[in-house]
């Protein structure tokens, strides 16, 4: 199993990126695909995720109207478009897979870093 992410880096203020989360080796359509983010000293919180097998998506209050999370069961990518990004959405950003059923089975790629700074 493995989710590698990619896309992260600096960027100045209301500036936009868009991360990217490549999976492989379990079966992708039978996971809900989110991204957490993380800084030091805090705990891990959900940015965006999907929610049901028919597509809806939550996201974090602070990220709503700026980002939106994607993805494509073709090439087994779930992405996160980031606009308008403030200093405060700097993190370390985690692509996450959960089982739709046994919750417990869940998966974390290893983290991409993105700065928001002038």
């Known amino acids: 199993v493995q989710l590698v992410e990619s896309g992260g880096g600096l960027v100045q203020p209301g500036g936009s990126l868009t991360l990217s989360c490549a999976a492989s080796?379990?079966?992708?359509?039978?996971?809900?695909m989110s991204w957490y983010r993380q800084t030091p000293g805090k705990e891990r919180e959900l940015v965006a995720g999907?929610?049901?097998?028919?597509?809806?998506?939550n996201y974090a209050a602070s990220v709503k109207g700026r980002f939106t999370i994607s993805r494509d069961n073709v090439k087994n990518t779930v992405s996160l478009q980031m606009n308008s990004l403030k200093p405060e959405d700097t993190a370390v950003y985690y692509c996450?897979?959960?089982?739709?059923?046994?919750?417990?089975?869940?998966?974390w790629g290893q983290g991409t870093q993105v700065t928001v700074s002038s």
């Open positions: 996450n897979a959960r089982h739709v059923i046994r919750s417990t089975d869940s998966y």
């Open positions: 080796g379990f079966a992708f359509f039978s996971y809900y």
């Open positions: 999907f929610i049901s097998s028919s597509g809806r998506t």
